[in-house]
């Protein structure tokens, strides 16, 4: 299977992957969170070619995970985070915290505090249900609706 055909693929896993699964789309988006929103601020930072660069934020536009709007007033352009694009937090929280747990062997380089408390931001897995905090030992995969409706009907 090609690259490309993993967008077609039933998986709400492999989908985002698509457009999420470069390092590049990940950095940019972690300093889009920080606040960087022009083209050359991304740049300045990140030390990738234009190009490529080019390429990345157009796709996360394409995707509605940026907007590119004019600033006001202004000349220029900038990228800001849709709904869609802030609703990826977690998953640059999570991936935060395997790395600190596995990556950095003298502590977080970075904390992230709640900015009405002195506690930190942190990502768990429960259940809807009961609330239980679960791992992949306590899940079950089972189909849902939107593979039900790709099978044929005999």
Known sequence: MRYEELADEPCSITRPLVVLGDRWTLVILKF??????????????????????????????????????K????????????????????????IRAWGDTYMAPEGPPVRYR?????????IELACDECGE????RDIVPELGPGLLREQPVD
């Open 71 to 94: 600033i006001e007033g202004g000349a220029y352009e900038e990228y800001r985070l849709t709904p869609k694009g802030h609703d990826i937090y977690p998953i640059l929280m999570a």
């Open 114 to 122: 709640h900015r009405d408390c002195p506690g930190e931001a942190r």
């Open 32 to 69: 889009a969170f920080a606040g960087v929103r022009r083209f050359n601020a991304f740049q300045s930072a990140l030390g990738i070619s234009r190009g490529r660069l080019q390429d990345r934020l157009d796709r996360l536009v394409e995707h509605g995970i940026l907007v590119k709007q």
């Open 133 to 136: 905090q679960i791992s992949a």
